[in-house]
């Protein structure tokens, strides 16, 4: 067994089967789970009956188990440099104080302007795909950072897909867009946060020009031969053996299919604007809502 942060840049012959064959997605905990773990941490203190954990797990979104151990660590000394028997609640919210602004800077707390950001772009992401056709079922949105991004939506296939279709591919990247579009919609600002999503989307309607032969202006052909060393940290690349007349060609044919996108996942998003919201404020109370949740959320509006 083993761990890392950057799983996108391991060899791939580690992760043959029989060797890290099996991978398992550790996130950090949301406010229910940080309660849950404060909870495990108090145990052996003596606690005053002012602490709310509740309140405290509110407060540290983005804390991982092991900055909540330091919470109460910290929370504990200073009870005992000021000659208290209890910990107290303000040493707990002064230790989180301390935790935040500590020497390593590794923690580092979301913002409410940044949690909205957030919540906004993820409710994005998932309405789009909850109202387009044929899409995956959405299992899981969270706005606790993991690893570089900010939140996660994660949608699952309810049976394994052996081919993918085109209609698939651009609801994909329609539900990809969702996210900046939610941005733009709401917080009449764009972020930065968005540029993983448009990567993929641009890598995905190029594959489809390029590679699947998709393309309605270029017809069934694929374009560039694939080199298939694979670098550390580095995709795999395409030469290119075409012309720049096609070249040209095909950056105009992605265009049209993100822009088409661009537009779908925006009248999608301004038609259920209330949801958007109320799927928003939920994200920001909850930080991480199931499939289930989803649903009833966006059926009651
Ligand atoms: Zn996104």
Redesign the pocket.
């Known amino acids: 067994m083993a761990s890392t942060n950057r799983p996108d840049i391991l060899d791939p012959a580690l992760l043959r089967p029989g060797r890290f064959d099996r991978h398992i997605l550790i996130d950090r905990p949301d406010v229910k789970g940080r309660e849950a773990i404060l909870k495990v941490h108090v145990k052996e203190k003596p606690l005053n009956e002012n602490v709310d954990l509740g309140v405290l797990a509110k407060r540290t979104p983005g804390f991982t188990g092991a900055d909540l151990a330091n919470v109460v660590n910290e929370g504990a000394l200073l009870t005992a440099r000021r000659g208290h028997k209890t910990v107290g609640m303000q040493e707990l919210e002064e230790a989180i104080e301390r935790v935040i602004a500590g020497p390593e800077k590794k923690t580092r707390v979301i913002s409410d302007k940044e949690k909205r950001l957030v919540a906004y772009?993820?409710a994005?992401?998932a309405l789009v795909s909850f109202f387009l056709p044929d899409t995956d079922k959405l299992h899981k949105i969270s706005i606790i950072p993991r690893g570089r991004?900010?939140?996660?939506?994660l949608l699952l296939p309810e049976e394994d897909r052996n081919y993918i279709t085109k209609s698939h591919l651009l609801n994909e990247v329609t539900i990809?867009l969702?996210?900046?579009v939610s941005e733009a919609l709401v917080l009449n600002d764009i972020s930065t946060?968005?540029q993983?999503?448009l990567e993929r989307a641009s890598s995905i309607v190029r594959k489809m020009i390029t590679e699947y032969g998709m393309s309605e202006e270029l017809g069934p052909l694929t374009f560039g031969h694939k080199s298939e060393e694979v670098f550390l940290g580095r995709d795999i690349s395409r030469d290119k053996n075409y012309s720049d007349a096609i070249a040209y060609a095909i950056d105009k044919e992605a265009g049209t299919y993100m822009e088409n996108c661009y537009k779908k996942a925006r009248e999608i998003l301004e038609t259920n604007i209330i949801k958007l919201h109320r799927l928003a404020e939920c994200l920001i109370e909850q930080e991480t809502i199931n499939g289930i949740e989803f649903e009833e959320i966006i059926t009651a509006v």
């Open positions: 772009h993820e994005g992401h991004t900010g939140g996660h939506t990809l969702g996210g900046r946060g968005a993983n999503d």
